[in-house]
């Protein structure tokens, strides 16, 4: 087996951005309303089965792959407790947000179980590639508990403005990786091109619905408010707690490990670890050459040029064999594997088959490596 390189999969949504996500993957935007890509996705969008999945460069579904030979892709003969033949554990995303997004909250395991027949509920996870405006921003769960009928009255009212003062409001930088825990309430700030990961499923509740082209009906999964509601946490989420859902990996780091992006309260749902080979010792300077030959500059990190080749004088990465989606985010290398290699450069992504075995990232490129959570398909 070996990588697939992964056409552009850019969908339409309910709010603005994409042109960043467009001109990172080279292709045009045709819409203001293309703000999200799916990447290696074997799931679709709720209620609309043909948006969504990802397609290979014949036009084909990459879940039929997947589901031709399960233990090939993930490493084992099935994914999830009762999830379909196609799951790999995760579902993977670009975000470029030209407006705030509005406030929402995902269901947990248990709610999902209970009323949406899936045993996937919707933890998310944030990687930060690039900000915009003099206050790029996220906010995450409640600053004080909230009363739930309040809280119903002020989304049957949208109140915006109540909403998002009741929020902890967290700045952000690239290179930060923010957790967001199914049921918190949640709103990502305009101008934020991320990363996302999350589990597999496309399940929303808008609890804010009025700044996007959604509409009240569209909000609550076919569930209705009153029961819809009962999935948000009323609870605070104090400053202890919010510290444990941040972490920052600087992007100018390079090193010969993985390099974690997201905080360790992620493993069980997903993991994002960044490769970014270090010179060697042998290069005799290399690292610094190739910043000077030019190259493309993501979250602050200009790589990129050719020295002697996209291996020259670079340390080599080990990745540890199973599912995984990689995205190149700056310069260009190689992933190798046991008799074999591809060349890579910023801008593309590869969905990595545990059947590969054991593989390796060289050269000055930065890639991140999306794999599913510790212990899966296991979700107890």
Same mark, same amino acid.
């Given at each position: 087996?070996?990588?697939?390189?992964?056409?552009?999969?850019?969908?339409?949504?309910?709010?603005?951005?994409?042109?960043?996500?467009?001109?990172?993957?080279?292709?045009?935007?045709?819409?203001?309303?293309?703000?999200?890509?799916?990447?290696?996705?074997?799931?679709?969008?709720?209620?609309?089965?043909?948006?969504?999945?990802?397609?290979?460069?014949?036009?084909?579904?990459?879940?039929?792959?997947?589901?031709?030979?399960?233990?090939?892709?993930?490493?084992?003969?099935?994914?999830?407790?009762?999830?379909?033949?196609?799951?790999?554990?995760?579902?993977?995303?670009?975000?470029?947000?030209?407006?705030?997004?509005?406030?929402?909250?995902?269901?947990?395991?248990?709610?999902?179980?209970?009323?949406?027949?899936?045993?996937?509920?919707?933890?998310?996870?944030?990687?930060?590639?690039?900000?915009?405006?003099?206050?790029?921003?996220?906010?995450?769960?409640?600053?004080?508990?909230?009363?739930?009928?309040?809280?119903?009255?002020?989304?049957?009212?949208?109140?915006?403005?109540?909403?998002?003062?009741?929020?902890?409001?967290?700045?952000?930088?690239?290179?930060?990786?923010?957790?967001?825990?199914?049921?918190?309430?949640?709103?990502?700030?305009?101008?934020?091109?991320?990363?996302?990961?999350?589990?597999?499923?496309?399940?929303?509740?808008?609890?804010?619905?009025?700044?996007?082209?959604?509409?009240?009906?569209?909000?609550?999964?076919?569930?209705?408010?009153?029961?819809?509601?009962?999935?948000?946490?009323?609870?605070?989420?104090?400053?202890?707690?919010?510290?444990?859902?941040?972490?920052?990996?600087?992007?100018?780091?390079? %090193?010969?490990?993985?390099?974690?992006?997201?905080?360790?309260?992620?493993?069980?749902?997903?993991?994002? %670890?960044?490769?970014?080979?270090?010179?060697?010792?042998?290069?005799?300077?290399?690292?610094?050459?190739?910043?000077?030959?030019?190259?493309?500059?993501?979250?602050?990190?200009?790589?990129?040029?050719?020295?002697?080749?996209?291996?020259?004088?670079?340390?080599?990465?080990?990745?540890?064999?199973?599912?995984?989606?990689?995205?190149?985010?700056?310069?260009?290398?190689?992933?190798?594997?046991?008799?074999?290699?591809?060349?890579?450069?910023?801008?593309?992504?590869?969905?990595?088959?545990?059947?590969?075995?054991?593989?390796?990232?060289?050269?000055?490129?930065?890639?991140?490596?999306?794999?599913?959570?510790?212990?899966?398909? %296991?979700?107890?």
């Amino acid at each position: 087996m070996q990588p697939v390189l992964m056409p552009p999969n850019i969908i339409d949504h309910f709010y603005r951005g994409g042109d960043r996500l467009t001109a990172f993957r080279g292709v045009p935007q045709h819409s203001p309303r293309t703000p999200e890509e799916w990447l290696a996705a074997t799931v679709h969008r709720a209620g609309e089965p043909e948006v969504g999945l990802s397609r290979l460069a014949d036009g084909s579904l990459f879940a039929k792959l997947v589901e031709a030979d399960p233990e090939g892709w993930t490493g084992f003969e099935h994914g999830g407790p009762g999830a379909g033949p196609a799951d790999t554990g995760l579902l993977v995303k670009f975000l470029d947000a030209g407006q705030r997004l509005p406030v929402h909250v995902h269901p947990t395991r248990s709610f999902a179980i209970a009323n949406l027949h899936s045993c996937y509920g919707k933890t998310e996870a944030w990687h930060i590639l690039d900000v915009r405006g003099d206050d790029p921003a996220v906010w995450v769960g409640f600053r004080e508990d909230v009363d739930e009928r309040e809280l119903a009255a002020r989304v049957d009212a949208q109140d915006s403005e109540w909403l998002l003062g009741h929020m902890n409001k967290i700045s952000v930088r690239p290179g930060d990786g923010i957790l967001v825990p199914a049921g918190q309430p949640h709103a990502t700030g305009a101008g934020i091109f991320l990363v996302e990961v999350q589990e597999p499923t496309d399940f929303s509740i808008l609890l804010e619905w009025s700044v996007t082209t959604a509409t009240r009906d569209e909000s609550h999964l076919d569930l209705g408010f009153e029961t819809a509601l009962r999935g948000v946490s009323h609870r605070a989420t104090g400053a202890d707690e919010l510290a444990s859902l941040l972490h920052h990996l600087d992007p100018g780091t390079r %090193d010969g490990g993985l390099l974690r992006a997201l905080p360790a309260a992620a493993d069980p749902f997903f993991r994002v %670890d960044v490769a970014a080979p270090g010179a060697s010792d042998e290069a005799g300077g290399a690292k610094a050459e190739s910043e000077a030959a030019g190259g493309e500059k993501v979250g602050g990190e200009k790589v990129g040029g050719e020295v002697g080749g996209a291996k020259a004088g670079c340390e080599v990465v080990s990745v540890p064999r199973g599912f995984a989606v990689a995205i190149v985010l700056a310069g260009q290398g190689e992933l190798g594997w046991s008799g074999g290699g591809v060349a890579i450069k910023s801008g593309e992504v590869y969905a990595i088959p545990a059947g590969l075995g054991d593989w390796t990232v060289t050269g000055p490129a930065r890639v991140a490596i999306c794999r599913p959570g510790v212990g899966w398909p %296991d979700l107890t």
